[in-house]
């Protein structure tokens, strides 16, 4: 059975590309998902794709992954450093998750050393820019959907 995989990525990561380019490189958004979709087939995945900037829209779409979804790659942006309720939806589903972080938080500023996710994370990467999704999925098909 083909197994699914879904990539969210949470506020302000729609403006990839424009948004501090020095901190978060020149790739839009578009175009990270664009070259993971490509990944995933060679890989021989399913692959979703989900952005939002409103912290209760990203509950509803990691709760709709149960039963649907067999690994999640997440990028919570600055809700990583906030949000219980996506740390108790990710944990509520019970579905394995890497996070990612393109830079790396722990060069940054002292409010983004602390996550509300990583104790339950399969794996944390930061600092690897966009490859660190794509580095993410290979890891989840691995080890995780083979
Ligand atoms: C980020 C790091 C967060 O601290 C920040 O709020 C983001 C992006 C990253 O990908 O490096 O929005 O998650």
Redesign the pocket.
Known sequence: MTQNLLVVN????NLLGKREPA??GSQTLNDINRDLATVASQLGVRCEFYQSNHEGDLVDRIQQAMDSTDFIII????Y??TSVAIRDALAGVNIPFIE????N?HQ?EAF?HHSYLSDKAVAVI?GMGAFGYTAAMHYAVKHYLK
Do not use: D
């Open positions: 949470g506020p302000n990561l901190i978060y990028n919570a942006g600055a990583t450093h990612v972080h393109i830079s938080v940054r983004r930061c």
